[in-house]
């Protein structure tokens, strides 16, 4: 098999009965090595089960059964075949970008007005250790700060931009 397809969702809670906060999909083609990563909006209004009428946002096909049939609903919703698929909350990302040493990120003044709540949702969520930001402009951001920075659909009206 030249090309995988692998399904990737984060949660701030894994299994069944949990909301997703991401869903992507990431294409690997052994051959050269390359691979493409799509998002998928996590409030896209889709068909989530095989029952003709049951559309809903994508995040509730996990809610409602599992991994299982958010693979499958994507699977029929954008007409490919998943190979795999990898669920992950977000203490692994803090875990994961903490080990990587943490990331440079441009906050704009109205990102920084939100982002020191979440970074006291995602300490308290997840167990490990953080600190407010002190302005907007460049931060090097720790694991907690980066996905209080990326986790809020509150501001993500602002950073519609990062889509194109």
């Known amino acids: ?13 894994l299994g069944k009965g949990a909301l997703s906060d991401v869903e992507m ?7 050269t090595g390359e691979i493409r990563l799509v998002s998928v909006f996590r409030d896209s209004y889709l068909r989530i ?8 946002k994508i995040n509730e096909a996990y809610f409602l059964g599992g ?5 499958h ?10 190979d795999d698929y990898a669920t992950f909350n977000w203490k ?7 080990v990587l040493g943490g990331v440079d990120m441009e906050i704009s003044d109205k990102e920084f007005a939100y982002i020191n709540s979440f970074i006291t949702e995602t300490v308290n ?9 002190e302005h907007s402009g460049m ?19 602002l950073r519609a931009h990062e889509t194109e």
């Open 139 to 157: 931060n090097h951001l720790d694991g907690v700060q980066a996905v209080a920075y990326a986790r809020p659909v509150s501001y993500t009206h």
């Open 125 to 133: 969520s997840t167990g490990v250790g953080s600190y407010q930001l």
């Open 67 to 71: 991994h299982e049939q958010a693979v």
């Open 1 to 13: 098999m030249e090309k995988i397809r692998i399904g990737i969702a984060g949660y701030g809670n």
């Open 73 to 82: 609903a994507l699977e029929s919703n954008l007409n490919l075949k998943i």
């Open 49 to 56: 089960s095989d029952k003709e009428d049951n559309y809903d």
């Open 25 to 31: 999909l990431a294409s690997i083609n052994k051959k």
């Open 92 to 98: 692994a990302v803090v875990d994961a970008i903490n």
